[in-house]
């Protein structure tokens, strides 16, 4: 069983668009979640913290719900260098800071 | 800023032989990690380390084994490299604690022949 779960997809949608991705992950004594981006053969880099009360950076929101065990991530009015692959982390549980992440979101932005 | 560097962008080895993948940062952080990268599969575990010469096996430690002397440096050593390690390997660090995220290095693609 998969701890953390994400549409692999890929998402295609064209420039101006808004997208969502969901990532679900199973122990519910998970404390911190984050969402990396990753472009094609590059290393991840953190995009944004997710935090309990949800944040915003410019187009991109980031949201927790604990209740259902998933966090999400808005991008509004996609532009073409948007286009990457999303994973999302979550840390914690059981005193562990070792993250366990997800395998990614493609997300392709075509003109 | 914090900066991870890792030792080589590609490396291309013949199977059995030893490698050597080294992992520096800069930002004095205790934690330090190696993943592998393979289409499909994701990031997946191999070691981690929260201080001076602790580790501790990850999710896939076979045929791996890892050294840190020094707080900035984190190496991974495949002791026979095998076709099956051919891969994208990264490094990673983060300060202690669970709230902070991980930096990552640009990654090693290595191609064992």
């Known amino acids: 069983r998969k701890e953390v779960e994400q549409d692999p997809g890929p998402f295609n949608v064209p420039e101006g668009a808004t997208v969502a991705f969901n990532c679900t992950y199973s122990?519910?004594?998970?404390?911190?979640f984050f969402w990396y981006r990753q472009d094609c053969r590059k290393e991840p880099k953190l995009l944004m913290s997710v935090y309990s009360s949800g944040n915003e950076d410019g187009r991109f929101t980031a949201q927790l719900n604990r209740a259902s065990q998933y966090i999400s991530l808005l991008i509004r009015d996609s532009k073409l260098s948007d286009s990457a692959t999303y994973l999302c982390a979550v840390n914690g549980g059981g005193g562990s800071y070792i993250p366990t992440f997800g395998r990614g979101t493609s997300l392709i932005v075509h003109p | 800023d914090v900066k991870v560097t890792q030792s080589s962008r590609y490396l291309v080895k013949r199977t059995g032989e030893k490698v050597f993948l080294e992992c520096v940062q800069d930002?004095?952080?205790?934690?330090m990690f190696w993943y592998r990268q393979d289409p499909g599969l994701g990031l997946r575990l191999i070691y981690f380390?929260?201080?001076?010469?602790?580790?501790e096996k990850g999710d896939i430690p076979e045929g791996y084994s890892v050294s840190r002397e020094k707080k900035e440096r984190f190496s991974l050593i495949l002791e026979s490299a095998s076709t099956n390690q051919t891969s994208m390997y990264l490094c990673?660090?983060?300060?202690?604690?669970?709230?902070?995220?991980?930096?990552f290095g640009p990654g090693t693609r290595l191609t064992v022949t």
């Open positions: 122990n519910s004594a998970s404390q911190s």
């Open positions: 930002m004095d952080h205790e934690n």
């Open positions: 380390s929260y201080d001076v010469k602790m580790k």
């Open positions: 990673a660090s983060s300060p202690p604690g669970q709230g902070y995220e991980q930096y």
